[in-house]
């Protein structure tokens, strides 16, 4: 029901920065909310940040004050501000969406992952 591709990923020194896009498409009515998890070797998947159609954000402690979660739900967007960057941030982030169909039906879905490596 829903596709959703991130990009922005890559490699970087601590201290850096980078910003993840992911985009939605499909039979997408509107989006409930969007948000970013994490999954590093040998660990499970952690929540990062969401965020919702009114604008109501999540934010895991290990994150705050370092990233900023943003949205154009406009364009089935959702944005990863990941700043003063740790070598423990680097996993493999997925973007997920929470959506209403053009059926009216909730749906979720996962993006396919974007890596982001933080060199020492």
């Known amino acids: 029901q829903v596709h959703l591709v991130e990009s922005g990923g890559g490699l970087v020194q601590a201290g850096g920065s980078l910003r993840l896009s992911c985009a939605a498409s499909?039979?997408?009515?509107?989006?409930?909310?969007m948000g970013w998890y994490r999954q590093a070797p040998g660990n499970q998947r952690e929540l990062v940040a969401s965020?919702?159609?009114?604008?109501?954000?999540e934010c895991s402690d290990s994150v705050k004050g370092r990233f900023t979660i943003s949205k154009d739900f406009a364009k089935n967007t959702v944005y990863l501000q990941m700043n003063s960057l740790k070598p423990e941030d680097t996993a493999v982030y997925y973007c997920?969406?929470?959506?209403?169909?053009?059926?009216?039906?909730?749906?979720?879905?996962w993006g396919q992952g974007t890596q982001v490596t933080v060199s020492s």
């Open positions: 499909g039979r997408i009515f509107s989006v409930k909310s």
């Open positions: 997920q969406a929470v959506i209403y169909t053009v059926s009216g039906v909730l749906s979720a879905g």
């Open positions: 965020i919702t159609s009114g604008g109501s954000t």
